[in-house]
């Protein structure tokens, strides 16, 4: 699987360039299901998911002129047979996962059997900051809200580094360098501080920072 872990989501020319090229043809010509449900585990959720499928958000994602884009709600799929919904997933040209709360996220990837799947697909997975982090190992003690059954701050494991998302965002004024260095810190492995004009690709564990904004690599 190729991914595209943003912070702002499709924010920039550089970004959306590298997601064509991953893509290999137009986003016009592009198929994508939208996964909105790591923003129920924040306050406003249902107003947000909203505002996520609607291109009301801020974070471009769904809006960016896809050929067609449907809807994966992770915490109903426990309910349903996997033939109702993996061959959609397989098929599928791009991945669209929201933001809100990552451990969420990461339960019902889990819950729902799509973290399962998600190393066979041939599709893009594009994460907006909770639906990049969740990529992660973990993502530390500073970002963790909603606690798991199991207690912890562990994510997918799916690549090698984690990532401190909304780098000194107007709106998040706890997300400093400063407070990225001590989270970083705490961390086992790499990790990414970056702003919304950012974005990590990776393909086939090789890993290209797309930036016109600001990031920063902490190493242990």
Known sequence: MKLLLTSGGISNKSIRDALVDMLDKPIE???ALCIPTAVYAIPGGAWNAWKFLNGQSGAPMCEVGWKSMGVLELSALPSLGKEHWVPMVKE???LLVDGGDPLYLNYW??????AEILPSLDSVYVG??????VMAPNIGEFFVNWTPPSGGDETLNLVDFSIFPHLEHEMLPYNTMANAEKWAAGMKGPAYAMDDQTAIKVIDGEVEVVSEGQWKLFTP
Do not use: C, P, R, T
């Open 128 to 133: 907006l900051s909770a639906g990049s982090m």
């Open 92 to 94: 599928i040209d791009v």
């Open 109 to 114: 990837m889990k819950q729902s059997g799509l």
């Open 29 to 31: 010509e592009s198929n």
